[in-house]
């Protein structure tokens, strides 16, 4: 008997051995609705999936419904050769791909070729980013997600196939001048580095559709606590307890508002590696000092990177579960496994997190290859340098989230890398690149990765810089400035002082509407900030531009890319078009429909272009006919546990509308067991043609903190 | 009995399956006096070897004698995990490495991490570049060489183990002002995506008999025809034979030298892709055209990429024998297959070999990723695509040449892509890339890496960039003006035109000594133009010197590297030196000994850094002490098949010296059966002070050119 096992095992393994090269035909499930897998080859123990242990929002995907597989399943191939695996996926004409990772200077993905590999970004949109999610978004309404930690090399519409039912029109050179380098490809095509990867396909029917789905399917996203979404000040490196007192003080002082501060490297009593305890100099009495802190409505996160120093006290104790190379001579907990898990958040949760600390920023574990293990590194528990690379974000904002989680208090931190699979983790991306178009780029692309990105301010070199960067990141996931290293406040430009605090005090009125549009992140799967590309009524195509340089300097007359990266949607019905130093007027692509003002409620355009000239005090804003946006005031910290908070609604344009306002405890996971209610916002037309606004009453036994609500018609009389 | 074998074929993979992960003790072979083998895990059939069909120079190997297994044993180490084949080298305090491939910045490699990838060069030195041969240096005098036609990853004194005997020193980045992001490392990892590999270990002593030694091993340089080292233009891309004749006639009007002239792609009926044959229109008469050129002294050399058009007559033969994806619509043959190479290579035989083309310029065999086949390409042979990616450039060079190698009649040619394994073949690389500077650190880069490399002149924006330019090319291994694009000649800017003349006149003149340093390339290894680093008596260590900017715009505090990258040594006594355009003074760095300036035999220093403004007529040249030069008249064409020529002996320096003067037909491969001689030049001291020089007779029966014998001493009576 055991002879037949091992003969049959044999038998298995030389028909596997000569399968090589062999094409397969893939077999589509659907694993909920509107939601396809297939396993290409023999898919590899550990994935995406694996790492961030994402769960699908069941319920919430049953209620998008069913949807028709988007795509000609024949057209889809596979060929597991030489132990890789090769898939293509057809492309219509005219249809545009999105996605691939939270790339910085483009949106429009066909025609580009790319590496995606976890890295901080190095100025290039070739992959390597800090968060290269394998998954993409076609303008026909579908996604398509390959769950691999592997380094993916994806080919989206540049290869031209020999057998191509569409081929490329052959042009003579010579004597053509319609001849171009870049013939046209119909097919995007795919290697993985392993003998097999789960593929997803993710329905319509429109794209935002497929990317809710991608959402929902991996948990959906994050809902941090209320003073997630008020002001951070992250502090210079070297800061004591004394100094970050002083800071608040003067932000107290000065009416800035502020929610939680960043103590960077210094709270700890070495850095760069570390040793994850308090120093004794810089922060004699941390449970003090952070209780101190959050009488005063303010939260501490902590900056660590993961590297253990041999100073750590729990250096000699967790060395059996680290990886074989150090990073600037610290071990590399292998978050894998269980006991390295143990040792190390343990030593969080007794020193920091008990104590009151509310969450944190985890660096450096993007990249880059200079610093990190390199990718012969092993580690204990089987994973190679290369799968560890890809999900070690994850693998952190995993078990990370889990301290607090178990203590049933909400998150809300800073993280350098993430991939496919990490939509749900309470973490916002940022990097040490500092590009302010780029930057907003970024926080588009992000909506097709399924990450938040902060836009941070550290340093500028003019008031007007300070101010354009400051406009930018008060429209964003996370309002942040990162003094670690340039110790700037707020209010170091004078000259531009007040301007900054009247967006930081905008941020908090705001707060209800942010709030809401994280929920519905959570529990619906849209992105609070997202591109343009997912909003109805947007046409962008990627234009190619002949460039005007000879052949000497552009040998293949190869064509310049046009395309929209500097404005985004945040939340449901704001349009958001940032200035940027030196700007002093911008055009700004508007949607089909009606569009207003946000700040004067001023109907602007619909359908078309605009160029507008906003002043240095403006960020252009613009509200969608019929939009409502519920307000706050503006407090100097969000709302406590119970808070009871007055809501102005505003409402732009002359069409009814509707918006669902949500509500819970602000701080606890308890919204996860039904404890939360969405409030309906409803504004409809009296015959008398008058706009009037009602409110839903609240469910009984639900939290409830809206106080008296007030209705604001921006657009009324105006037109 | 059959059953026995495939119960024993299945133990086989079973065992080699759960070898999974082990480490391997490897096992070195002394192929060659000292070059020594191992095989990691189990090497791939194709390897760059295979498919260069390098051959070592036996006889010369063994002149060298033996030498030292240069590395402890015990710290090369192996592993093959999960496929991929783990390779570690140990480092030495101080020690240096160099190679990786033709780099354009950088010489000093240790620090770096590359991915080796044939592509075009993209600004960096990351791995990709047209030659990216898995072959280092050592300043301890050893070279290594991994024999895989892989992407190889090589972290080259960057990744720091855990286990390392020489760890860094921990330090607090938070008080500790000499903290590093960089630690020191003291290995070279390597990561060879299959399943095992060939490694070379090359003894020395010095680095210069470890490049030595990889040259032979791979079949010595390439020893081009005398005309190949004349001059040559490229003309305009869509000249006519007739526009082609009118150029030659300029040429020798004006008295510039001219060896062979290149036709770019418009020779061709259709190019990009090609058809391979002569456009009637532009040559209706390619026959009678060659043979008129060939009977003016002339030689044609003829640009292709190897992309066939549909409308290339063997299109539809060649079809089953091309790979799965076309390159801008042209197929490609698949050269690894016989048939493939026969349809192929027949045609270009018939329709120019044959009539006197003297051989050709291979575009775009390198990349970039945008237009070459991608990595999921497959071939009929079987090769996958980043195989052929990885060999394409050596497979046309090695066909290529067999065409003209049958016929009995030397070639010399461009090529854009080539690979370890190439040394032997009669290729220059060139590229698009066109920063004079970082043209002379390739021009370094490539005496570690295997090939020649023209720093080739094209365009300039003034007569001064234009001068120095040509300068530099001048003291290359191919002389070269490209005007494809640009149509410039060697007169374009007049008020240097009579200084490029002269450095043409130079370079004929300086015709006997470069083609005895090309004999010592293929006799002997030595690559004609090298790095400084390979040269006794020369010390450049790498400085890394501390940035001044702030931690908001270098966050990690990285050093800047400061290395010699602008100067190297031409043939057994000459060190180039050359100017950039804005230039008016440029250090020079002196090895040991003494030196002399080049125009005037004047001593100019040793063992020292010198400051030289040589005035825009020449480039700084200097000559060892008892440096000899062979020259000849200022030709206008190479000399042909038996034609005598008088040589004039220049003796530099002081001391008594001697060079070996190298004479054969000039044209054909007969030398590879001894029909050559090296007549040894020798300049001894007579018992009165004064240098006296003499030729060692011929032998007889060998091919013999040398005229009359005049000698000069240069720095007679001056000190």
């Known amino acids: 008997m055991r002879f037949l096992r091992f003969l049959s095992l044999s038998c298995f393994i030389i028909l596997h051995f000569f399968s090589y090269a062999k094409a397969q035909t893939l077999s589509w499930q659907q694993v909920e609705p509107g939601i396809w897998k297939a396993e290409a080859g023999e898919p590899e123990e550990y994935d995406l999936l694996t790492a961030s242990g994402a769960e699908p929002r069941l319920a919430a995907l049953a209620a998008m419904g069913e949807a028709d597989f988007p795509l000609p399943k024949q057209d889809i191939k596979v060929r597991i050769i030489d132990g890789e695996t090769y898939l293509r996926f057809p492309l219509q004409r005219g249809e545009q791909i999105y996605g691939f990772g939270l790339n910085f200077k483009t949106v429009h993905q066909r025609g580009r070729i790319l590496r995606l590999h976890v890295d901080h970004y190095g100025g290039e949109d070739n992959g390597r980013t800090h968060v290269p999610t394998p998954f993409c978004i076609s303008s026909n309404g579908y996604g398509v997600f390959i769950n691999s930690a592997r380094y993916i090399t994806v080919y989206a519409g540049t290869a031209v196939r020999k057998d191509s039912e569409h081929p490329p029109v052959v042009r003579d050179r010579n004597t053509d001048s319609d001849w171009t380098s870049r013939p046209y490809s119909d097919v995007v095509e795919v290697l993985v580095p392993a003998e097999g990867a789960e593929i997803y396909v993710f329905g319509g029917p429109t794209p935002l559709d497929a990317v809710r789905r991608y959402n929902l399917f991996n948990g959906g996203g994050p809902l941090p606590p209320r003073w997630g979404l008020g002001f951070t000040q992250r502090v210079h490196r070297l800061f004591t307890a004394d100094d970050v007192r002083k800071e608040a003080n003067e932000f107290e002082k000065r ?71 150090t990073v600037w001579a610290g071990m590399v907990p292998d978050f894998r496994m269980e006991q390295s898990r143990d040792i190390f958040f343990s030593q969080l949760e007794e020193d920091q997190v008990d104590i009151g600390v509310s969450g944190y920023k985890i660096d450096e574990v993007d990249g880059y290859d200079h610093w990190l293990w390199p990718d012969v590194a092993t580690f204990p528990s089987g994973l190679t340098g290369e799968q560890m690379r890809q999900t070690y974000g994850l693998l952190v904002q995993r078990y990370s989230e889990d301290m607090f989680e178990e203590r049933n208090r909400r998150t809300f931190g800073l993280v350098r890398a993430s991939n496919g699979g990490g939509t749900s983790f309470p973490y916002v991306i940022y990097n040490d690149y500092y590009n302010h178009r780029n930057f907003i780029t970024a926080l588009i692309n992000s909506s097709f990765a399924g990450v938040l990105w902060t836009p941070e301010v550290r340093a500028s070199d003019t008031g007007e810089e300070w101010l354009r960067r400051v406009q930018s990141v008060v429209f964003s996931p996370m309002a942040m400035i990162n003094a670690w290293s340039s110790g700037t406040k707020p209010w170091s430009f004078p000259e531009v002082a007040d301007e ?102 001023d109907y602007v355009g619909g359908g078309e272009v605009i160029t507008v000239s906003p002043g240095l005090d403006k960020i252009p804003v613009y509200v969608k006919d019929g939009g409502i946006i519920p307000m706050m005031p503006a407090m100097m910290h969000a709302p406590e546990l119970g808070q009871t908070v007055d809501i102005e609604v505003r409402h732009y344009g002359q069409r009814e509308g509707s918006y669902r306002l949500y509500d819970d405890d602000g701080t606890t996971y308890d919204y996860e067991d039904g404890e939360y209610q969405f409030r309906e916002l409803t504004v409809i037309k009296t015959r008398d043609g008058k706009l009037k606004g009602s409110i839903s009453p609240p469910e009984p036994g639900k939290p409830n903190t809206v106080g008296e609500v007030t209705w604001k018609f921006m657009s009324q009389g105006v037109e």
């Not at 949607?569 to 949607?591: D, N």
Request: hydrophobic content about 35%; overall charge negative; glycine content about 8%.
């Open 255 to 325: 009416g800035y508002p502020l929610d939680f501060i960043g103590l960077e490297p210094g709270w700890q009593s070495k850095s760069y590696p570390g040793t994850f305890e308090w120093d004794q100099g810089r922060f004699p009495h941390p449970k003090e000092f952070t209780q101190e802190m959050l009488d005063r409505g303010i939260r501490l996160n902590l900056w660590i990177n993961p590297y253990v120093s041999p100073d750590a006290s729990f250096a000699e104790e967790i060395e059996p579960y680290t990886g074989s190379h």
């Open 500 to 601: 900054v605090r009247e967006m930081f005090l905008l941020r908090m009125r705001m707060m209800p509407y942010w709030y809401s549009e994280y929920a519905k992140y959570h529990f619906k799967g849209i992105p609070p900030f997202r591109a343009m590309n997912l909003e109805e009524g947007f046409s962008s195509n990627l234009k190619m531009e002949q460039a005007e340089t000879s052949l000497e300097e552009n040998p293949y007359a190869e064509a310049v890319r046009q395309e929209i990266t500097d404005q985004y949607m945040a939340g449901q019905y704001l349009l958001v078009a940032p200035m940027f130093e030196g700007q002093e007027s911008r055009e700004v692509v508007l949607p089909e429909g009606r569009w207003y003002d946000f700040y004067t409620g």
